[in-house]
């Protein structure tokens, strides 16, 4: 019996975030210069969407597992200080330890 509920719980570990992402998949890239209006020279990030969906849950940034609204505000989008970088962009890649750090380059392409 205890087989089983191993089995079980390694089951809902990894499939769900898999339906989750077959329920909503959401674009696979966002624009995210087109999709807030944000003016300036930086070239445009072109969030890849489908590649954060397969680490994480979507939970980790929307307020539902169907994708909804985000958890973050995003109110300030000039200046290097906006919302993007000091409180989503930024602060998940320092959490999750991504390697890019804040070099411009990485994400502005």
Known sequence: MRVYQILL???LVFAVPMVQAEINPGPETINLK???SIQGKK?????????HQQKLECIKCHTDEKGSKLLFEINKIDTISN???RAV???CHKT???AIGKDCNACHK
């Open 43 to 51: 070239k445009p990030v072109i969030f890849d969407h489908k590649a």
């Open 9 to 11: 719980i390694l089951l």
């Open 89 to 91: 962009c930024w602060q």
């Open 96 to 98: 999750m330890k991504v």
């Open 83 to 85: 919302d993007f970088h």
């Open 34 to 36: 087109e999709k807030y």
